[in-house]
């Protein structure tokens, strides 16, 4: 006889219960789904049934005020479609869609541009239908009146998921939550904003003179967690260090931020008011996030940290956060100014910006260089992971700031903000560039004498071919001066090594001058630019000194005098003077311990 089968597992099912698995256990919306006081009694409920109005309508899923999500079991999903359909669904109740009576299909439309253009930033996920170029960034309701009288455009409409039926529907029960649903995302935004800090090698310090919770600065910052959406996640980020021999030992009047570190100093003897502190909290989290300190480049620091000041003063006045302190640096004639247009300005008048005071005095910048080791305390972990929480931060917290309608945000800040969410531009395409600056290629020319390919087709018209001059007085070429030290890592000699040959061969480059350095410098003479990468014999190994290998492609009578050079260390290096064209190659979260002169270069 033969054995019963069992049921056959629904694949659709299984897709959807770890889609719906990966979005429970999200630290975003883990306030969204229970009862903070209960954490066994869930919120939002899942209904997956054939029979439901979102199944009739052909859409994907539709959410209820009060947290229930009806879902088409028929639709055959990916992980990545059904985590962003259920990910749609829990913004629409975080951003308070569906706090009041549920709106015509114009309205729900714009709401759903809105929860997209979130989702954007928050990459969870992929949509069902492939998303516009660009999202609108008007408000929910702007959009909402210009549709109702031109109609909703197709590509909007294809962003809804509930099919025939709107998205977003009345309430099935009238049970009153404790907290609201925007609060409850507010609560889930903190909490994962801390999660990132956390992976990044944040260390938490329990001191015994740590800030009182319920100090005037700790006050101050809870208030961007609770009332403002731009600044909440990195608030949460930041440790406040109000100790009076830290401040005194730094010289820090007022207040201090470390990136590195995501610490913020601030001066306990200060006597500002808590409306002032806001300001003052924002100010520093603000040059953290948007990496002011890395992007000094060549720049004077100190100047380059004023006209940092004064970017950073106007947006927070013309955005209304907090009191400026008296005193801080503020022109309102800078307006819309970058930070580098500002600083080409003040640079005209070095003497009298040097008596300009920051927050932390004058003469001293307000951003600290994460490299002390008197304080006592651990260093953050992985500088990328860092980055990424700045980058995040600042563009999830714009996102729910503008769909929370919460009040002005500064153009020039949104613009940074935009920027920050765009990738970089790969460190090999820089490199390329400055190849193409300083090793350029051999020109091609043309010549009667080598007929070109076509004179075949038309004999009778006479056709010059290109070729590749066989003789030069002087064929390209350049130095590289590698650090061999023991802190250095194959990996990075490697990836570099072999987008240097990569180049090199493109440009019609013969050999390159290679210096090995670490105490002391070994030359290679010219090497090949194939075996650059590849059967090059690395010595060394011992301390790190390479001015010595600079100094010797500097003097060597066989090196051109207008060559360049490309430096490839880790940072743990001495200071250099280069007086010909050059560039570094760094691994990424390395830091030049001199301010260089030539173009840097980060390895990824």
């Not at 698995?21 to 903070?36: E, Q």
């Not at 590195?260 to 100093?265: F, G, M, P």
Request: glycine letters at 8%.
């Amino acid at each position: 006889m033969a054995r019963p089968r069992g049921k056959r597992p629904d694949p659709r099912a299984e897709i959807f219960d770890q889609a719906w698995s990966g979005v429970v256990h999200h630290r975003l919306f883990s306030a969204l789904m229970y009862d903070p006081t209960n954490n066994d009694l869930p919120v939002v409920h899942v209904r997956r049934h054939e029979e439901n109005a979102v199944t009739r309508a052909r859409g994907w899923a539709r959410v209820h005020a009060d947290g229930l999500i009806e879902v088409n079991p028929l639709r055959p999903g990916t992980l990545d479609e059904w985590t962003w359909v259920l990910t749609h669904c829990l913004l629409h109740l975080g951003f308070g869609h569906l706090d009041r009576p549920v709106p015509d299909r114009f309205h729900a439309t714009a709401c759903c541009v809105v929860v997209a253009r979130f989702q954007q930033a928050l990459r969870l996920g992929e949509p069902p239908a492939p998303l516009p170029a660009v999202l609108p960034s008007a408000p929910e309701e702007a959009l909402a009146e210009r549709w109702r009288d031109i109609g909703v455009p197709e590509e909007w409409a294809a962003l809804a998921i509930g099919g025939a039926e709107p998205d977003l529907a009345p309430p099935t029960k009238a049970e009153a939550l404790p907290l609201s649903w925007g609060d409850r995302l507010s609560i889930g935004l903190s909490a994962a904003a801390t999660d990132a800090v956390e992976q990044a090698g944040q260390l938490r310090h329990d001191r015994a003179d740590a800030p009182d919770p319920n100090s005037r600065w700790e006050r101050a910052r809870r208030w961007f967690v609770s009332s403002y959406p731009l600044m909440a996640a990195l608030a949460t980020g930041f440790t406040i260090v109000a100790d009076l021999d830290v401040t005194r030992s730094l010289g820090i009047t007022v207040a201090a931020v470390d990136a590195q570190r995501a610490e913020i100093y601030v001066n306990p003897l200060c006597g500002l008011s808590e409306a002032e502190l806001r300001f003052v909290l924002a100010h520093e989290m603000l040059h953290a996030a948007l990496r002011h300190q890395d992007r000094t480049g060549g720049r004077d620091a100190y100047l380059w940290n004023v006209a940092a000041d004064y970017v950073i003063n106007g947006w927070l006045v013309e955005m209304g956060v907090g009191e400026m302190p008296e005193g801080l640096l503020y022109d309102p004639a800078l307006k819309g100014l970058s930070t580098e247009a500002v600083y080409d300005l003040i640079a005209r008048d070095l003497r009298r910006m040097r008596r300009l005071s920051t927050l932390r005095g004058r003469g001293a910048g307000d951003m600290l260089d994460g490299r002390r080791e008197d304080l006592g305390r651990g260093r953050v972990g992985d500088p990328v992971d860092l980055d990424e929480f700045y980058r995040r931060a600042l563009v999830l917290g714009l996102e729910h700031h503008r769909a929370q309608g919460r009040g002005l945000v500064a153009a020039g800040l949104e613009a940074e903000i935009r920027v920050l969410d765009h990738p970089p531009i790969p460190w090999e395409a820089d490199l390329a560039k400055w190849f193409d600056a300083h090793v350029p290629a051999v020109a091609k020319r043309r010549s009667y004498a080598r007929p070109s390919r076509r004179q075949a087709s038309t004999p009778h018209i006479p056709r010059p071919g290109w070729y590749l001059p066989e003789e030069l007085d002087r064929k390209v070429t350049f130095g590289v001066v590698l650090d061999t030290s023991g802190s250095m890592g194959a990996q990075l000699m490697g990836k570099a090594l072999g987008a240097i040959a990569s180049f090199s061969r493109a440009r019609d480059v013969p050999a390159a001058r290679v210096v090995y350095c670490d105490a002391v410098a070994y030359d290679a003479g010219y090497v090949p630019v194939e075996e650059i990468a590849g059967r090059v014999r690395v010595r060394g190994r011992g301390g790190t000194q390479l001015q010595p290998a600079v100094t010797l492609l500097e003097r060597a009578a066989d090196f051109p005098a207008d060559g360049p050079i490309l430096v490839i260390t880790d940072g743990e290096c001495d200071v250099l003077r280069i007086r010909r064209p050059h560039a570094y190659l760094v691994p990424r979260g390395a830091r030049l311990p001199f301010t260089p002169r030539g173009p840097v270069f980060t390895v990824r």
